[in-house]
């Protein structure tokens, strides 16, 4: 398992309830562990290249390992867990609910 981190963030974040079954646009931020989401948008190119060279992509589907508290927000694809800070998962767009 590797285990990445893209950027430290330092801002706690609400979470919300899905429903499962139905789709529900959010951040990334407002994940909860075990919780898996689509990727709909990364915020720049710089992050978006960078997100690529992890297999993380607009339209990938990725689960939320661990929400840490005043810290990041833990994702995994394919058996790679990856470390998005706060600031930067607040701004990724993903819907959930799957």
Same mark, same amino acid.
């Given at each position: 398992m590797i285990f990445i981190a893209i950027q430290a963030g330092f801002c706690v974040a609400?979470?919300?309830?899905?429903?499962? #079954?139905?789709?529900?646009?959010?951040?990334?931020? /407002?994940?909860?562990? #075990? @919780?898996?989401?689509?990727?709909?948008?990364?915020?720049?190119?710089?992050? /978006?290249? @960078?997100?690529?060279?992890? #297999?993380i992509a607009e339209g990938e589907m990725v689960t939320c390992c661990e929400v840490i508290p005043a810290g990041p927000v833990v994702i995994s694809k394919n058996r790679q867990e990856i470390a998005i800070g706060r600031r930067l998962a607040r701004q990724i767009e993903v819907e959930g609910g799957f």
């Open positions: 609400a979470h919300e309830t899905l429903v499962p #079954g139905r789709d529900a646009t959010m951040t990334l931020d /407002r994940m909860k562990r #075990g @919780q898996r989401c689509r990727i709909l948008s990364i915020p720049s190119e710089a992050v /978006r290249a @960078q997100a690529l060279r992890f #297999g």
